[in-house]
């Protein structure tokens, strides 16, 4: 009996959360989508709003601006998981690559090494804020 491999559509899925560095993660997720000429998808996960209003609308503003100056639209997802969201996220655009910004505390529950173990398979690249990018396995998660 063959097995059928996760089909891939012809994206590039960027996450940005950060407002400080999303311009530097969506230009390197616009980049790769150019060069691999795919469609760019840009998601930002939040959680509750409640009594942070004006600093979230801030920041969505600011991720908003990125998204659109790369020519793209911010996806913004609400959760209070942001463990389903995300793999709501990935079920839903079956991305070619993924693209995060740097690695914050890492760990069996970091965000950056769950979408990997979302998505075995699917090149992840984190993106410092001067645009530089490096593509990320699980070894170098743990090592790092």
């Not at 980049?31 to 930002?44: F, G, M, Q």
């Not at 509750?48 to 979230?56: A, H, M, Q, T």
Request: hydrophobic share 40%; proline share 3%; aromatic share 4%.
């Amino acid at each position: 009996m063959k097995t059928r491999k996760q089909e891939r559509k012809k994206t590039v899925l960027v996450w940005v959360t950060n407002p400080d560095a999303c311009q530097s993660i969506v230009s390197a997720g616009r980049k790769l989508a150019d060069d691999n000429k795919v469609e760019l998808v840009i998601v930002s996960i939040q959680g509750s709003i409640k009594g942070d209003w004006n600093n979230r609308a801030s920041d969505l503003k600011k991720l908003s601006e990125a998204a659109k100056s790369a020519d793209a639209e911010l996806t913004v997802v609400y959760s209070d998981d942001m463990y389903e969201a995300a793999h709501d996220t990935i079920k839903r655009f079956k991305p070619m690559i993924m693209v995060t910004g740097l690695p914050g505390n890492l760990g069996a529950g970091s965000f950056l090494e769950q979408i990997m173990n979302m998505a075995p398979g699917v090149p992840i690249y984190s993106v410092d804020m001067k645009e530089n990018m490096k593509r990320l396995d699980t070894i170098s998660l743990r090592i790092s």
